[in-house]
């Protein structure tokens, strides 16, 4: 096994580091409730992403990725349909799907591959069925659990994508529901109302939405995850009729709702501030992958080389330089993917954001402690906690740190695990 002795600053050796910790299914699933252990957000199929990419590095990693993968499919209820990538089933097919191409033999694992493609093909399937009858029956909005990175098509679909190019003719149907299905949504205009604004009754019950309602502008849960998702799409050459206008039309609203005194993006714009044509100063996270400008600028340097507007790409960087200019100032907490520091380092790495980069690196850096039980700790407010997963754990982390580091990969990659967070 490849061992980091030296748990000090740098890429390389807080990857490992936290590698190693997770090396063994069970640690992972003695950290965690029973219901989180097969989810990809928080269990087995994360951290067996994390060894898959390592696998170039020590063969070790690559046994781990397959000991995980056989752990998380014990831990994931047969009848579970739940159709957003990062939870469980779900979660374990991405993690398949994208996960065995880095290993060095993926035939190994060809049989599981396919059969995640096709069970994935059919939930998208399934979903945009049901969400097409519910139109038809009177149905007003789209919720969250429909369209959304974590729960919904832009997450699904982004996958379906990567195993459509793979070869996995099975992952065109859900590909194609998701595509025509996020197409309509942004392209559905009911008055100042976008096809993702959503009342306020009509939120997740975690969620505090203004009385008025509102759109999300993020790219976990907000239109900058769909965009993202069709940008990336028709960049492949998979398009369905429209959407090209919705990326278009997508890109534009995002562009149109950014605060032109801060560069940053409301986390949400109220019933009320689209009825007005303009918002409060933004509030709430405004510097993470999760929402603000890491996300959403990637979103839009996608849709610009998409839709070959030059000027949406430029509005993208310009977003990236102003977020360069404030390090120690940003809206980011603690190191980990979703709303921390690697969430940062990611989206700026994919958008060549040296600076932006750099100095995410160095404040991931900076968070690793070698007596903490993974290495990196999730933080909220002021309680940090132990998680090893993939968005708020120590496993998104150390991919990250694995790309800043520049770990190498097998040539014939046809997608990254960044996809996941729809970057690729």
């Known amino acids: ?15 490992l580091a936290v590698a190693e910790r997770l090396l063994r299914p069970e640690t992972v699933t ?8 097969g989810s990809l957000a928080d269990g087995l199929p994360g951290t067996a992403l994390l060894h898959a990419r390592l696998a170039v590095v020590h063969p070790d990693f690559a046994t781990a990725a397959a000991d995980h993968w056989t752990h998380a499919a014990r831990q994931t209820p047969r009848d579970l349909h739940r159709t957003g990538v990062f939870h469980a089933g779900a979660g374990l097919a991405a993690s398949l799907i994208i996960g065995v191409s880095y290993l060095p033999d993926p035939t190994s694992h060809a049989t599981s591959t396919a059969r995640a493609a096709r069970w994935l093909s059919a939930q998208a399937v399934a979903l945009a069925e049901h969400h097409r009858a519910a139109f038809a029956h009177g149905a007003m909005d789209t919720p969250w659990h429909v369209y959304d990175v974590i729960t919904g098509l832009a997450g699904t679909g982004r996958v379906l994508l990567a195993a459509h190019r793979s070869g996995h003719a099975a992952a065109e149907p859900g590909l194609v529901a998701a595509l025509t299905t996020l197409t309509k949504l942004i392209n559905h205009r009911a008055g100042s109302r976008p096809g993702w604004w959503l009342p306020a009754d009509r939120h997740p019950e975690a969620v505090t939405a203004h009385s008025s309602g509102a759109a999300t502008t993020g790219m976990a849960h907000g239109i900058a995850g769909p965009l993202a998702f069709l940008a990336t799409a ?67 340097s996608l849709a610009g080389q998409a839709a070959q507007e030059p000027a949406v790409e430029e509005a993208a960087r310009d977003a990236l330089r102003l977020l360069a200019e404030r390090p120690g100032c940003w809206d980011a907490e603690g190191p980990t993917l979703c709303h921390g520091y690697a969430g940062v380092l990611r989206s700026a790495g994919a958008m060549h954001s040296t600076v932006v980069a750099e100095h995410a690196a160095a404040a991931v850096a900076d968070a690793f402690d070698p007596t903490r039980r993974f290495g990196f700790a999730h933080v909220a407010g002021s309680i940090a906690t132990d998680r090893p997963g993939f968005l708020t754990g120590a496993a998104g982390t150390a991919l990250a ?9 097998p040539e014939d990659l046809r997608a990254t695990w960044d996809v996941l967070l729809l970057l690729s």
């Open 1 to 15: 096994m490849v061992t980091s002795d030296a748990l000090g600053g740098n890429a390389e050796q807080q990857c």
């Open 30 to 37: 003695a950290a965690l409730p029973a219901e989180a252990a």
């Open 234 to 300: 028709h960049l492949a050459g998979c398009t369905v009729a429209g959407q090209r206008d919705a990326i278009t039309h997508a890109a534009a609203w995002l562009l149109r709702w950014r605060d032109e005194h801060t560069g940053t993006w409301p986390p949400h714009i109220t019933g009320d501030d689209l009825d007005a044509g303009h918002a409060a100063p933004p509030t709430g996270r405004a510097d993470a992958w999760c929402y603000g400008i890491p996300g959403i600028s990637r979103a839009l």
């Open 401 to 409: 740190l694995a790309e800043h580091a520049a770990f190498p990969v």
